[in-house]
C-alpha cells in the first residue's frame, strides 16, 4: 500500500522555469492538499481539493496552481519560479474533506535559483 | 487568523530523559492532532484527540486535550534515540464545508545517546 506519493524528490529550477510537482494517492481520500515547509515556519497550507473537480486556496496560493481531474491525483503547477519558492513541498490527503487526520507523502525538496 | 503557539522551538535531551511539549491557541478546536517528522520524510500522524479532557497513549508517548480546548501536551516517557526529529501540533475546526487544520511551527527533539 504505497500511501501518498511524491515526485520528484528534488528539484532545481532557475527562476522563470515552470514545472509541475507530481502527487498520487492510492487511498480513495476525497481530501487532498499542499504545504510548504520552511525553517521556522512549520506547515503552510497552499491549495486543497474536497473532491475531483473542487479547488480552492489556502494560506499561501500566490505563484501556484492547482487541479484535480481525478480522486486519485492532485497536481501542483508553479508558473514561473521564483526564489522565494524555495521550500520542501509536501501532499496530504484525508478521508473526508479535511476532518480527518492527514496522511503526507515524503516531500519534494525545490530549490529555485 | 488563528494561530498555534508550540514550545518549546528545540529540545536537547539525554536519552532516558522524559520529554514535555505543548500547544497553545487563543481559539478553541475541535480536535488536537500531535504528528512525527524525521528527517528527509512527511510528518506521521502519533495521537489524534477528539474531546475536551482525552487523554491518550501511544506507547511512550502520551497527549492530552486541554479542557478548555485551547491547548493540548504531548509527553515522551524513557527518550531513547529513534526519538529525534520534529514535533508538530494541529489543531483542526469543523468550521464550514471542510476542515480547517492549523499546525504549530513544531518542536525539534534531539536525543543525546
Same mark, same amino acid.
Given at each position: 500500500?504505497?500511501?501518498?506519493?511524491?515526485?520528484?524528490? +528534488?528539484?532545481?529550477? !532557475?527562476?522563470?522555469?515552470?514545472?509541475?510537482?507530481?502527487?498520487?494517492?492510492?487511498?480513495?481520500?476525497?481530501?487532498?492538499?499542499?504545504? &510548504?515547509? %520552511?525553517?521556522?515556519?512549520?506547515? &503552510?497550507?497552499?491549495?486543497?481539493?474536497?473532491?475531483?473537480?473542487?479547488?480552492?486556496?489556502?494560506?499561501?496560493?500566490?505563484?501556484?496552481?492547482?487541479?484535480?481531474?481525478?480522486?486519485?491525483?492532485?497536481?501542483?503547477? *508553479? *508558473?514561473?519560479?521564483?526564489?522565494?519558492?524555495?521550500?520542501?513541498?509536501?501532499?496530504?490527503?484525508?478521508?473526508?474533506?479535511? +476532518?480527518?487526520?492527514?496522511? #503526507?507523502?515524503?516531500?519534494?525538496?525545490?530549490?529555485?535559483? | 487568523?488563528?494561530?498555534l503557539?508550540?514550545?518549546? /522551538?528545540?529540545? #536537547?535531551?539525554?536519552?532516558?530523559?522524559?520529554?514535555?511539549?505543548?500547544?497553545?491557541?487563543?481559539?478553541?478546536f475541535?480536535?488536537w492532532?500531535?504528528?512525527? /517528522?524525521?528527517?528527509?520524510?512527511?510528518?506521521?500522524?502519533?495521537?489524534? *484527540?477528539?474531546?475536551?479532557?482525552?487523554?491518550?497513549?501511544?506507547? &511512550?508517548?502520551?497527549?492530552? +486535550?486541554?479542557?478548555? &480546548?485551547? %491547548?493540548? #501536551?504531548?509527553?515522551?516517557?524513557?527518550?531513547?534515540?529513534?526519538?529525534?526529529?520534529?514535533? +508538530?501540533?494541529?489543531g483542526l475546526?469543523?468550521?464550514?464545508?471542510?476542515?480547517?487544520?492549523i #499546525?504549530? !511551527?513544531?518542536? !525539534?527533539?534531539?536525543? !543525546?545517546?
Amino acid at each position: 500500500n504505497a500511501g501518498v506519493t511524491q515526485t520528484p524528490k +528534488f528539484q532545481v529550477l !532557475k527562476t522563470g522555469q515552470s514545472m509541475t510537482l507530481q502527487c498520487a494517492q492510492d487511498m480513495n481520500h476525497e481530501y487532498m492538499s499542499w504545504y &510548504r515547509q %520552511d525553517p521556522g515556519m512549520g506547515l &503552510r497550507l497552499i491549495h486543497y481539493s474536497v473532491g475531483a473537480g473542487i479547488t480552492d486556496q489556502g494560506e499561501v496560493p500566490n505563484g501556484y496552481n492547482v487541479s484535480r481531474s481525478t480522486t486519485e491525483d492532485f497536481p501542483l503547477r *508553479l *508558473l514561473s519560479a521564483a526564489p522565494s519558492q524555495t521550500s520542501v513541498y509536501f501532499c496530504a490527503s484525508s478521508r473526508d474533506r479535511g +476532518f480527518s487526520p492527514l496522511h #503526507f507523502g515524503n516531500g519534494t525538496r525545490l530549490t529555485v535559483t | 487568523g488563528q494561530q498555534l503557539n508550540q514550545s518549546p /522551538q528545540s529540545m #536537547f535531551i539525554q536519552e532516558g530523559e522524559d520529554v514535555s511539549m505543548n500547544c497553545t491557541s487563543s481559539s478553541i478546536f475541535n480536535t488536537w492532532l500531535w504528528y512525527k /517528522q524525521e528527517p528527509g520524510e512527511g510528518p506521521v500522524l502519533l495521537i489524534a *484527540l477528539y474531546k475536551a479532557g482525552e487523554l491518550t497513549s501511544n506507547g &511512550r508517548l502520551t497527549a492530552q +486535550f486541554g479542557i478548555t &480546548r485551547k %491547548d493540548s #501536551f504531548l509527553n515522551i516517557s524513557a527518550s531513547i534515540p529513534s526519538d529525534v526529529g520534529i514535533y +508538530f501540533c494541529a489543531g483542526l475546526n469543523y468550521g464550514g464545508s471542510q476542515g480547517n487544520l492549523i #499546525f504549530g !511551527k513544531g518542536t !525539534k527533539l534531539s536525543v !543525546k545517546p
